[in-house]
């Protein structure tokens, strides 16, 4: 069971915004950066967001991350069929470990 | 641009132990603002991270507490890798291994394309 809680699956229609939840606690989410990966069967995790809210070059403005407490989540608006992946929050934990969360299945319907 | 590139076996038997190495291009093992993860993926674990390395004055490590029993994680300066050693391996550990970067920004942003390591007899 993962650390930070994730739920198993989303869904929306092409040209909707979809909101992915992540859910820590305070040695984890509450005092360190989130980060947010995108992952397509077969490759490896890509980096989409981090320290919560920062865009690595290259990934689209449709994509946005947000934090509050001990929650954090990801944003993707103008939904695209190409969406279609598994999202994964991290952050680094006081205790000195990185934690993931379960991931989130995005079905573009 | 950094790279990261897993190698080893892709089958080991239960009860041995688990090498792998991570070649890296475009940063140096020895960097004081980088540290050098091992992190594994399987359907029942999800992402799994396992332990690191990293200098700064001196070598250091930290491992998860589920492997620290059996794990260790090396660098190789001379050759710009760094490794892991998991023992006693049994099916449970069967995955995808990535060994990965975090960097100055605080975040793992670099992985290799992974390994996928079965145990089985």
């Known amino acids: 069971q993962s650390v930070l809680t994730q739920p198993p699956s989303a869904s929306g229609t092409p040209g909707q915004r979809v909101t992915f939840s992540c859910s820590g606690s305070?040695?984890?989410?509450?005092?360190?950066?989130v980060h947010w990966y995108q992952q397509f069967p077969g490759t490896a995790p890509k980096l989409l967001i981090y320290?919560?809210?920062q865009r690595p070059s290259g990934v689209p403005d449709r994509f946005s991350g947000s934090k509050s407490g001990t929650s954090a989540s990801l944003a993707i608006s103008g939904l695209q069929s190409e969406d279609e992946a598994d999202y994964y929050c991290?952050?680094?934990?006081?205790?000195?470990?990185?934690?993931f969360g379960g991931g989130t299945k995005l079905t573009v319907l | 641009q950094v790279q990261l590139q897993e190698s080893g076996p892709g089958l080991v038997k239960p009860s041995q132990t688990l090498s792998l190495t991570c070649a890296i291009s475009?940063?140096?093992?020895?960097?004081?603002?980088?540290?050098w993860n091992w992190i594994r993926q399987s359907p029942s674990r999800g992402l799994e991270w396992l332990g690191r390395?990293?200098?700064?004055?001196?070598?250091?490590?930290n491992y998860a507490v589920s492997v620290k029993s059996r794990i260790t994680i090396k660098p190789d300066t001379s050759k710009n890798q760094f490794s892991l050693q998991l023992n006693s391996m049994t099916p449970e550990d069967t995955a995808v291994y990535y060994c990965?970067?975090?960097?100055?920004?605080?975040?793992?942003?670099?992985w290799g394309q992974g390994a996928l390591v079965t145990v089985s007899s």
């Open positions: 990965t970067r975090s960097g100055d920004l605080g975040v793992l942003d670099y």
């Open positions: 475009g940063d140096s093992v020895s960097s004081k603002s980088a540290a």
């Open positions: 390395t990293y200098y700064r004055s001196k070598w250091s490590n």
């Open positions: 305070t040695s984890n989410i509450g005092s360190n950066s």
């Open positions: 320290r919560d809210n």
């Open positions: 991290a952050a680094w934990d006081d205790s000195l470990t990185w934690l």
